[in-house]
């Protein structure tokens, strides 16, 4: 009997664990296409679309129930030849949004976009935040709003089993560890007697150190170099601003432009292909994007502060898409900087060498607020030019220098202009 008792026992845990880990999965994978569906939405769709409300296309709350799932992923695919395929409902939404076609995205697979859809469904399914005395609507929105519940509930569920199972298996170690008390007292007292020992001879033996003249002196000498070594080191990174993050007048993420967006450093810094510098960008380049772009579904509706900083620089009106005469320039804080003494152009390492921005300003693609990553040090720089090959082939910089000493060679006649000597940055600095 007692066989067939723990049988049942362990065929009853068993599917206890599958059915918490089978629950655990479902409430995983929906939240995972939800966030994925975030990300690909912020990354593919704000430029054009809000939730709440029409920017160059519609607002997008509810369009899981204006139309069937079958038309949406056909319409996201390639909503130029749908509309030309003569689907009715296609061509009333075109002619809706001033005939403007949406983007094609093709790259999107089938579960990317169901992805972004189930994200749009999640938003919009949120209850809007009351205003003022809005009490009593705020609740009626969210008794409509089961699905999120029913996920809460279930994983309020699994949470109770679990905590449950983990208060039964340590009530069966405290009987365990009471009962040993019981039958053996007199280990646990030795072992309180060595500890007590131990603290005893600890104390005795380092009043018996700070006696030793010699282990003294030693502690002295170490003590000596690791303050000189210290002071040293403090003295060696006097104007090393390795780290070097200072707070910008609009917080620009570059981890958001360049890592989630995927924006090309160069789109911003332009310079940094064809002159020394790599050059601020102006605003007008980031009106290119924020004309529409304004992270609304971020801030109630509200466009992002952020965005208004530029707008209240360019004395841009949002609404009326004017631009007023108090215009003022955004006062950056300089990150990188060299002595006046080093010179350095970003168009020998960019275009020439084809060496990436990275190798410089570290994973700017991951950095929320742009700090300072390399050294910049002399001894730096240096040992990049040691470590860096030189890749001659196709580049028609070096194509240049080859053909001027093969001429050479030849006791042809070569001029400083053949080696770059006219150029400006030569004498110009």
């Known amino acids: 009997m007692r066989s067939i008792s723990l049988f049942f026992k362990s065929v009853a845990k068993s599917l206890l664990l599958i059915f918490s880990l089978s629950l655990a999965g479902v409430i995983t994978a929906h939240a995972q296409d939800v966030a994925e569906g975030a990300a690909l939405f912020k990354s593919n769709c704000t430029s054009c679309h809000n939730l709440d409300r029409k920017v160059v296309g519609p607002a997008l709350k509810g369009v899981n129930d204006r139309h069937d799932q079958a038309w949406l992923l056909k319409w996201v695919k ?12 296609a061509v009333k939404v075109f002619n809706e949004n001033n005939k403007l076609p949406m983007t094609p995205f093709p790259t999107l697979t089938e579960g990317n976009i169901l992805s972004i859809l189930a994200y749009i469904k999640s938003e919009g399914d949120k209850p809007a935040a009351p205003a003022g005395g809005a009490a009593a609507g705020g609740t009626a929105v969210a008794a409509a709003d089961t699905g999120v519940s029913d996920f809460m509930l279930i994983g309020l569920i699994v949470v109770i089993v679990v905590a449950f199972l983990i208060i039964f298996a340590l009530n069966r170690v405290i009987s365990t560890l009471e009962s040993l008390l019981l039958r053996k007292p007199e280990i646990f007292a030795a072992a309180e007697e060595e500890e007590e020992k131990s603290e005893k001879d600890n104390f005795s033996g380092l009043k018996r150190l700070a006696k030793n003249k010699k282990f003294v002196f030693f502690v002295v000498i170490l003590a000596m170099i690791f ?9 060696w ?16 993420s570059h981890q958001l432009h360049a890592g989630t ?5 160069q789109y911003c810094h332009s310079g940094a292909y064809k002159s020394k510098n790599a050059s601020i960008p102006s605003l007008n380049v980031c009106m290119n994007c924020h004309n529409y772009v304004q992270a609304t579904d971020k801030y109630d509706g509200q466009i992002s502060p952020e965005i208004q900083k530029i707008y209240t620089a ?13 215009q003022k320039p955004v006062e950056w804080i300089r990150v990188h900087e060299l002595p006046d003494f080093a010179y350095f152009n970003h168009s020998q390492h960019v275009s020439v060498a084809g060496i990436k921005c990275q190798k410089c300003h570290g994973p700017i693609e991951t950095m929320q607020e742009v700090y300072q990553y390399s050294p910049l040090t ?27 000493h093969d001429k050479l060679k030849k006791g042809e006649k070569i001029t400083a202009a053949v080696l770059g000597g006219i150029e400006c940055g030569k004498c110009h600095y």
């Not at 303050?227 to 003295?235: D, I, P, R, V, Y």
């Not at 360019?314 to 004017?322: E, G, I, R």
């Not at 082939?393 to 220098?401: I, R, S, T, W």
Request: net charge negative; charged share 20%; hydrophobic share 35%.
């Open 227 to 235: 303050l000189g070594s210290a002071t040293l080191k403090e003295m």
């Open 237 to 252: 990174g006097i104007g090393v601003r390795e780290g070097y993050q200072p707070v910008q007048p609009i917080k620009f």
């Open 78 to 89: 390639n909503s130029p030849a749908f509309i030309a395929s003569g689907d009715a409902a």
């Open 314 to 326: 360019l004395d841009y009106n949002p609404d009326t898409k004017v631009y007023g005469p108090n």
């Open 261 to 265: 967006n995927q924006i090309d450093c």
């Open 378 to 404: 002399m001894k730096w720089c240096i040992n990049c030019h040691k470590e860096t090959e030189v890749n001659s082939k196709g580049n028609a910089y070096y194509d240049k220098l080859i053909a001027a």
